[in-house]
């Protein structure tokens, strides 16, 4: 248990010290805006509904941010009630978990470099098959799989979200989309921890992960019908230069 608790915290360690290295590498400066918050975010909600793929990133982010906050509200319960598990196996797929993540932020721009902006629609598309396996296997060694796999696609649909906001986003918006962007995810999160828990009464955790994944791809099929009704990619921006 206490290697479990050192490996842990490494895996925060490694990821807080690569997070603090690309933001100084990447870093991106938000200009001054003046006036009322609510003001500069009606400002952003109105550029976003004419600015086409924006509405798209923002609601990727939201769904990234729905995944992590699912896994952190169920894991404990997905361990100890149905698999039956103990103190050490909920260390260790946390640390799958976490592991996964620091392994998605750090490869999000190798990811960025090979799909471009399909980045979102891989890791969408991950995000869905990893939480139907989460709700379909029982064999531990194959859930920290799963569980790794899960952390890797979310947070690279994090930081791939982010990246196109900060690269695609005139100067002059930046600051405001960022704010609409934390409204949005913290009403995600929020949302999707209660629906969780209020479904872990309810069901188990297992059909919570299947209907996790099944709403993640019927939304992945939504965007891809509607991005070949109208001819053009779900993100139209400038393609990503990583």
Not at 40 to 49: H, P
Not at 154 to 162: D, G, K, P, V
């Amino acid at each position: 248990a206490v290697l479990c608790f050192i490996i842990n915290a490494l895996t925060y360690l490694v990821s807080a010290i690569a997070y603090a290295l690309l933001e100084r590498l990447f870093r991106a400066e938000l200009p001054a805006t003046s006036g009322a918050y609510w003001p500069q975010i009606k400002a952003a909600c109105r550029f976003v509904s004419h600015q086409p793929g924006m509405l798209s990133i923002l609601v990727f982010s939201m769904i990234g941010s729905a995944s992590y906050r699912l896994v952190i509200t169920i894991l404990p319960i997905y361990v100890s009630r149905d698999l039956g598990g103990d103190n050490n196996l909920f260390t260790l797929m946390n640390v799958a978990f976490i592991a996964g993540g620091a392994a998605g932020g750090i490869c999000v721009w190798r990811l960025l470099k090979t799909f471009g902006q399909w980045t979102a629609v891989v890791t969408f598309a991950g995000i869905a098959f990893f939480s139907l396996l989460l709700g379909l296997l029982d064999q531990t060694g194959l859930l920290m799989i799963a569980l790794f796999g899960m952390g890797f696609v979310t947070i690279a649909l994090l930081s791939a979200m982010n990246s196109l906001i900060n690269t695609t986003s005139p100067q002059a918006m930046l600051g405001r989309i960022v704010s609409l962007q934390s409204i949005m995810a913290a009403m995600s999160k929020a949302i999707s921890a209660s629906g969780a828990g209020f479904l872990a009464e309810l069901t188990t955790s297992h059909h919570i992960f299947l209907i996790f994944g099944l709403l993640v791809g019927a939304g992945l099929a939504i965007l891809a019908l509607a991005s070949w009704t109208q001819a053009r990619p779900v993100l139209t921006h400038a393609p990503i230069n990583a």
